[in-house]
């Protein structure tokens, strides 16, 4: 597997695999790949026939206080994990080579991009828009692979893709988790054990929203309210926000129908949590969906 | 040459020629095409082997009351004269093709955007960048042409193809002008017999700007009154503003020194009008530059 640190020099890789009539993918990262970034990358490799995985640390994601500086980083590990997945081309830019100057020209992802994890960060998919306009516009896959798990990013690059016309294909993958339920995510590794122990009541309080949409509840704020009640209640985890929406484009739906997502944040000892599931809700019926 | 309505066909032209090993160049226009829009296209033929035009009068970059209704419209003399100028492919897709759904992602320019013609027509430039933007994802051109007569359109331009990394390069044509000195415009359809002797003060009252620079001046602020109450002093043209600025960001000169834009907007008769000079200012000497 290659390593690449310019966008020339991926665009040059790309183009030349098109020129012999193969297919491109892409799998945008941060890096500190787990079995999450390595399920999207067998996802591309079944899809495509070279299959560029990016580590990238994006700085405008993240807001000033944020954990940029602390943002778990291993290239080493993460080359020898993407290649064992089946990648061709592990994309690892410098900073200056994705933003040679001060960003002018922003991708603004408007209000869907400013609710639920934008009301927390409100320049951070105004920075997860923007760089990957930019990476996909340096690779210039076929197909991008996005996670779930990061649900509101999945769908706000969705609506990227489909308003200005972007000429790629998405794929979704689904959340991966551990066995007791923590959805995989870098940020893992910021939990001590007691939190670690903690984290997966996230989900488990989640799985209460489902059930009763199960049990034939669609109030969405009774849902929501429950789901929070089930956070608090743990002592450990502060609820940030609960919601169910319309997975199409974050929209409120009450009563809930249709594909929606639960979606929910919460603070555990200075960390960050997020997960969420996707239901497709048809009168009575509930069960999981794809993003 | 073919008339095409779809995004899906343009892009399967653009693609079809790539692979043929020919490149691909994309005039994009508003229609009503005239000598200025002709000499881009012709820059284009000599610069590339398959050369689209396209044709879309852009619903966001108008604001409510501006012309958008009466903008001038003729897509028969259009096709003819992209025809004749050696066009390939002429772009014509109706609104609902770009934008199929309200536009939710927008590409913002940022402060660049918000001066000059920005600070009058304060989301003009986000419509140009977005459409820009998809008409290059649409088209997918190895080369883009735009005008030097709307000089802040082709800065911002010019930032978004390198902030975003589009794989695109761009030319500027030269403004192409009347005898009598007035810059080509779709817009001097507007102006009656009376507006249409006195619009070359536009030009004239830059040259004014010019003619102070050849003498020494450096102060842009000098520059910028002298030109501005050359334009009053016409009694008929109302100025809007009048800048000297950098060519590369339009961020302010003063002294002025290096490549400038100087740019002058007045109001004729209700009708708006844009033109500018791009000089290249070294130390005692002015001398013309291409932006």
């Not at 009539?21 to 399920?39: F, I």
């Not at 061709?88 to 900073?95: D, E, K, S, T, Y």
């Not at 066995?179 to 209460?208: I, K, Q, T």
């Not at 089930?230 to 919601?243: E, I, K, N, Q, S």
Request: proline letters at 7%; aromatic letters at 4%; hydrophobic letters at 45%.
């Amino acid at each position: 597997m290659r390593t690449i640190e310019r966008v020339a020099d991926v665009r040059a890789f790309s183009r030349a695999a098109r020129r012999a009539g193969r297919t491109v993918g892409l799998v945008p990262t941060m890096g500190a790949l787990h079995a999450g970034h390595l399920a999207l990358i067998r996802a591309m490799v079944r899809r495509t026939d070279a299959v560029a995985v990016s580590v990238f640390v994006n700085p405008t994601q993240f807001a000033p206080g944020e954990d940029l500086d602390r943002y778990p980083r291993d290239l080493d590990a993460d080359r020898r994990l993407a290649e064992e997945a089946g990648a061709h081309v592990l994309f690892a830019p410098p900073v200056e080579e994705i933003y040679p100057v001060e960003p002018g020209v922003w991708v603004d992802p408007g209000e869907p991009g400013r609710i639920l994890e934008g009301a927390a960060r409100p320049t951070h998919f105004r920075g997860v828009l923007t760089v990957v306009t930019k990476l996909l516009n340096a690779v210039e896959p076929d197909w991008v692979a996005f996670g779930q798990k990061d649900a509101q990013q999945a769908v706000l690059v969705r609506r990227l893709i489909d308003d200005l016309l972007l000429p790629v294909r998405m794929w979704v993958g689904p959340t991966v988790r551990d066995p007791d339920g923590l959805a995989l995510s870098s940020r893992n590794a910021y939990l001590d054990a007691a939190g670690r122990r903690a984290a997966p009541e996230l989900y488990r309080s989640l799985l209460v929203g489902r059930q009763l949409l199960e049990a034939g509840e669609r109030r969405a704020g009774e849902i929501a309210a429950r789901v929070r009640a089930r956070l608090a209640a743990t002592g450990v985890l502060r609820p940030d926000y609960v919601a169910v929406v319309a997975a199409s484009d974050l929209s409120p739906v009450d009563p809930v129908a249709g594909r929606v997502l639960l979606l929910a944040a919460a603070v555990l000892g200075g960390v960050r949590l997020i997960d969420n599931l996707c239901l497709e809700v048809r009168g009575d019926r509930v069960a999981p969906s794809e993003l």
